[in-house]
């Protein structure tokens, strides 16, 4: 070369070096498992291309969260410089294709392109509902809820589908949806506004139409990088194409792991690393099999699990690592007590010195981090929680307070506001103003306004309210909590209108129920309050009121993210590394995930899985626990709890896919577990059922 090879090469191995020096003119593309350092290759890649004269806005690179982008910044920043670093185009699809728009968007009728922005999901289904009663005055929003059609036209814009190109449909109602995409994308066009779909989409559109716009790409663009490109969906991989050229002629590089593909719900498909290899026949296909990130055990762990899937392209990773970390399983009686287990554990390694930012807490669904929170707040431990709301200020969560709020205090305007609208009773910003009105001129309450409207879904309201008012004084909070969700529909409501947050909202719900048994609990046991629970029954809501309320803003999240052991998702770690990783909530059912129609895709949960265990650089904690609900809470009143509860949970079979003499002492409870897992199945094998 006729330039000095910078000294960080000599850091990387054969293969990794082989990668990042390609020629800058060919494609290129890395299918490696976890941790062998594609990121690494890719950061490495862009800064050995500047330094050998590059010109940094002439590379657009992607990643698959800002967080990640961030990241890949400071390291290429370290490398090159800052200055250099700041002008690559690097970023997640959406943030790229919004600065797509701010400069093009012109084309697509955008008149003040330049201060884009995209609407929240909520303004977009409000846009929406507008749209309805203007153009379709007759339809009742009741039953053609805007939020429902909202979610439908987003899938079609997802799956790259524009107005024109959705096919007529089977059923009136999916026509009319149609029609409702006209009519939306017109008043968005009216309005000048973009919803989160349009970032990528509309951006293709330009590209698709204006070929001198796409021409100004091709001629500029010198390299095109993708990240975790196993997860890319179709119009993702359409914009690469457009910034790439038709005969792909800008040198694209991407990486990814087909074991680490898991957003196959939101349309990416996981042969999607295979047809870039067919498509761009990338005259070199690098593959890294030196693992750096994890210990021989983590990933003798990880490659048994994932060997189990079908389909792989298949790799072995392998470590030299010699350090063994630890590994372990623990099997709790209930999810408190595996709280409690780990906070505890979290809490000895901060007193060891270990910064809280080398901690993760990983789960698979978001109502998992619930019972952790708590157990860290009671220890004072800060912590964050990445891509997910604290339990209490979660929508569905806050609708259900607002109705217990209001059987605790009728007169509390937010909570009524809160609660007639959740389900939606058809009462609108109008309304409550008449009732205002009314209420200041007789000089009532407007609790007392809403008995004397006739309407019937107002005066089902009222009853709802004095009902669970008197189930409240009879039979206590726990059975409050599950009336309330019983004679709201709230969960039912949430299935439907959240769409695919609905089974978690509904899961979130639930565990309010728990929560409140579990609050109930507590107070019985710490006797504290037997004086007021004796005295009036009025106390243990309004107390359970102020203790969500006070969760809801604890937890530290105002700290800085250094100082805060992290709590997130599966989903939400992939890329991230962590010397001490607590995955929880190892259960069959619960991961796998196997909802309650009885749905699992095993083969992407095992992936998930893969991804989780791989985060860890050092120590993994895995645990489960015999019955995730068993604080009494069960039984209605919360009577005299039997502490052995019904075992319906056992070990998740990817534990059982580990080896057994990696998990020492807890291999035989595994065993144990697993013969009745075996006995309690129902004979299929498949991945689907
Ligand atoms: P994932 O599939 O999880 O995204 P990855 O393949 O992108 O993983 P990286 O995050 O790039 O892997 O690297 C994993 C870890 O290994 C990082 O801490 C990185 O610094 C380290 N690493 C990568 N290559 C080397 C190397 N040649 N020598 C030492 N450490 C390395
Ligand atoms: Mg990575």
Redesign the pocket.
């Known amino acids: 070369t006729f330039y000095e090879e910078p000294a960080w090469l000599a850091?990387?191995?054969p293969a990794?070096r082989e990668a990042v020096t390609l020629p800058m003119d060919s494609h290129g593309a890395?299918l490696?498992?976890?941790?062998?350092?594609?990121?690494?290759?890719?950061?490495h890649r862009i800064a050995y291309a500047i330094r050998g004269g590059m010109e940094p806005y002439a590379i657009v690179a992607v990643t698959f969260t800002n967080k990640a982008a961030k990241e890949i910044k400071e390291r290429i920043a370290r490398l090159v410089g800052e200055e250099a670093a700041g002008k690559i185009r690097l970023g997640t699809f959406h943030s790229l294709g919004l600065k797509f728009l701010r400069k093009f968007g012109h084309h697509i009728g955008l008149e003040r392109c330049e201060t884009a922005a995209p609407m929240d999901e909520d303004e977009a289904v409000a846009l929406l509902r507008r749209v309805m009663k203007d153009r379709f005055p007759d339809t009742d929003l009741k039953v053609e809820k805007p939020k429902d059609h909202y979610f439908v036209i987003s899938q079609w814009k997802e799956q790259g589908l524009y107005v024109n190109d959705v096919p007529v449909q089977k059923t009136a109602s999916a026509n009319f949806t149609r029609m409702l995409y006209a009519a939306y994308e017109a008043e968005k066009k009216r309005s000048q506004a973009l919803d989160f779909a349009d970032l990528v989409l509309q951006s293709n559109f330009v590209l698709r139409h204006h070929p001198e716009v796409a021409a100004v790409f091709h001629q500029h663009l010198r390299m095109v990088l993708v990240?975790?490109f196993q997860d890319t969906n179709p119009i993702q991989v359409e914009f690469i194409g457009h910034l790439t050229g038709t005969g792909h002629s800008v040198p694209t590089f991407v990486?990814g792991?087909d074991d680490?593909s898991i957003y196959g719900w939101r349309g990416a498909d996981a042969g999607i690393m295979q047809s870039f290899l067919k498509r761009y026949t990338p005259n070199h296909l690098v593959r890294?099999e030196?693992?750096?990130?994890c210990t021989s055990t983590i990933l003798d762990a990880a490659n048994a699990v994932i060997a189990n899937n079908p389909n792989r392209i298949g790799k072995r990773l392998w470590t030299e690592r010699q350090d063994v970390g630890s590994f372990q399983l623990d099997i709790f009686a209930d999810a408190e007590a595996e709280a409690g287990a780990i906070a505890d554990r979290i809490r000895n390694l901060l007193a060891d010195g270990i910064p809280p930012a080398d901690i993760v807490v990983l789960y698979r669904k978001n109502m998992l981090s619930r019972g952790i929170e708590k157990a860290l707040v009671f220890r004072d431990i800060p912590y964050r929680i990445y891509g997910g709301l604290n339990f209490f200020q979660r929508r569905e969560i806050k609708d259900a307070l607002a109705w217990l709020r209001l059987v605790q205090n009728p007169l509390d305007e937010m909570a009524l506001f809160r609660a007639i609208a959740a389900p939606r009773r058809g009462v609108g910003a109008k309304t409550i103003e008449q009732w205002k009105t009314m209420a200041q001129k007789q000089g009532v309450a407007l609790w007392d306004v809403l008995h004397s409207d006739k309407k019937a879904s107002i005066q089902s309201f009222v009853q709802i309210v004095h009902r669970l008012r008197q189930v409240y004084e009879a039979e206590g909070l726990v059975v409050l909590v599950k009336k309330m969700l019983a004679l709201t529909k709230l969960e039912q409501y949430y299935i439907t209108a959240a769409k695919e947050r609905g089974e978690e909202c509904a899961e979130n719900l639930q565990e309010l129920v728990i929560a409140a048994g579990v609050f109930h609990h507590e107070m019985r046991a710490t006797g504290l309050h037997m004086e007021s629970l004796a005295r009036t029954p009025g106390d243990l809501l309004s107390e359970f009121l102020a203790d969500a309320v006070l969760n809801s803003d604890q937890g530290g999240q105002k700290k800085k993210e250094g100082e805060t052991v992290s709590l997130m998702t599966v989903h939400k770690a992939?890329?991230?590394?962590f010397p001490y990783v607590f995955l929880l909530g190892l259960e069959d059912g619960e991961f796998p995930k196997i909802t309650q129609s009885g749905f699992c895709n095993l083969e992407e949960e095992r992936r998930l899985f893969y991804?989780a265990v791989?985060?860890s650089?050092f120590s993994l904690f895995l645990s489960c626990v015999r019955n995730r609900q068993s604080f009494g809470y069960t039984q209605d009143a919360g009577d005299d709890e039997a502490e052995d509860g019904l075992d319906s949970h056992f070990v998740s079979r990817f534990v059982q896919e580990i080896p057994a003499h990696l998990l020492g002492d807890a291999a035989r409870l595994v065993q144990a577990s697993s013969r009745k897992l075996v006995g309690s199945e129902t004979g299929s094998d498949g991945d689907w059922w």
Do not use: F
């Open positions: 850091h990387l191995n990794q890395i490696a498992g976890a941790g062998t350092g594609k990121t690494n290759v890719l950061t990240d975790e990486v792991d680490q890294l030196q693992n750096y990130r992939k890329g991230l590394e991804v791989t985060r650089k």
